[in-house]
């Protein structure tokens, strides 16, 4: 199966649905899966007197705050429908990330996504979670920032979710689905796991990559990377480590205004990433060690065989004197070169000639 690649436009339409078919294109150009937005409304999901993370603040006036900035960056539903249209006719797959209760139902009842995901800042918003699993689609959720028991406890509302579809939960509710034998097997087959480090761009001692191996130990779910550094390197790695799902920001210029252009790939550098993804995948094959097509033809070329270092008359013992290892690999292996020792020669053999047996 291959590797499920996410271009993240995220919010780089800057408000404009124009610019977001732009980047339609070139994620489907690029060779992308999925191209993935989000889907918010500013009054939902900041106060008023929300910050700016300090990334933001490099593009942003510090006084307008956050929930300014999110105003901004709205798209409203037919902005939804026409890129979600624009999205089938291109042949990639929409997706966005709902960050509050309303968009969950845009994204669902709406515009018709196939499944949903979850943004690391979300993880511990209850009630999105709950309302995101009742939907029984697969979800794709990211980690950042996020302890592992935070995690447990947000699969917990998942598994809830998947199995009770209008249950209110009650005490102990999410662990007991978690721990069911019902809820593991939906997690298993509806979720994904994002190992995340929620900072723009991300910085490389701080990526640790081989989390998606502990969260793939910890909860047994398919893992993958969403990835914030400022290149490409991490993408490979991810690939080359099993991620399953790799998601990377993108833009058309990263140095239009907006919070995300800066630490997002242009068009060219998406592509070049995707295409070193799947060169990555071919490298690393399969687990099973045997000969492949390409080395076969070399075996003889490459391996010795057993021949005369010296003439050798019939009737003569063979020695560690007058045999030895040479190319080509036509003839006796070297691995019978105990087993000849100490035999007689059954007949003459000239220097360099084939032992045989």
């Known amino acids: 199966m291959s590797i499920f690649i996410i271009a993240e436009a995220g919010v780089n339409h800057n408000g404009s649905s124009d610019l977001a078919l732009q980047l339609v294109d070139a994620a489907s150009k690029a060779g992308a899966d999925a191209i993935k937005f989000q889907t918010f409304r500013a009054r939902n999901i900041a106060t008023r007197k929300a910050g700016l993370a300090d990334y933001q603040k490099t593009t942003n006036s510090i006084e307008d705050g956050q929930y300014a900035m999110l105003e901004r960056l709205e798209l409203d539903a037919h902005s939804h429908k026409k890129i979600f249209e624009h999205c089938k006719d291109r042949k990639i797959e929409f997706l966005s990330t709902p960050f509050d209760i309303e968009s969950v139902k845009l994204l669902i009842e709406k515009i018709g996504v196939t499944r949903l995901k979850i943004p690391s800042g979300e993880i511990t918003n209850a009630p999105l979670l709950l309302e995101c699993s009742r939907s029984g689609l697969p979800i794709i959720m990211s980690t950042g920032m996020a302890l592992l028991s935070e995690i447990e406890s947000a699969l917990g509302i998942l598994a809830f979710g998947y199995i009770n579809k209008n249950q209110d939960p009650w005490t102990d509710s999410f ?15 509806k979720v994904t796991l994002l190992h995340c480090t929620t900072e723009y761009p991300a910085p490389f001692d701080q990526v ?11 909860f047994g779910l398919k893992v993958g990377y969403s990835d914030h550094t400022s290149n490409i390197t991490a993408a490979l790695a991810a690939a080359a480590l099993g991620a399953e799902i790799i998601e990377k920001h993108f833009t058309i210029d990263k140095d239009l205004p907006g919070p995300d252009h800066k630490a997002s790939l242009t068009p060219d550098e998406l592509k070049a990433m995707i295409e070193g993804i799947k060169q990555v995948e071919m490298i690393m094959g ?5 000969p492949v097509r ?10 010795k065989s057993l021949v005369a270092s010296v003439d050798i008359k019939k009737g003569e013992i063979f020695t560690e004197k007058n045999i030895t290892a040479k190319r080509p690999g036509t003839g006796v292996s070297p691995m019978l070169y105990w087993d000849i020792l100490g035999k007689k020669a059954h007949r003459d053999y000239e220097i360099d000639e084939f032992i045989t047996i």
């Not at 007991?176 to 087959?189: F, M, P, R, T, V």
């Not at 390409?294 to 070329?301: L, V």
Request: proline share 2%; hydrophobic share 35%; net charge positive.
């Open 208 to 218: 640790n990559l081989r989390v998606m191996e502990t969260l793939r130990r910890a």
């Open 294 to 303: 390409s080395e076969i033809k070399n075996i003889p070329i490459a391996r």
């Open 175 to 189: 662990k007991n689905a978690y721990i069911s034998s019902e809820g593991q097997g939906l997690l298993k087959e």
């Open 286 to 290: 399969n687990s099973e060690k045997i």
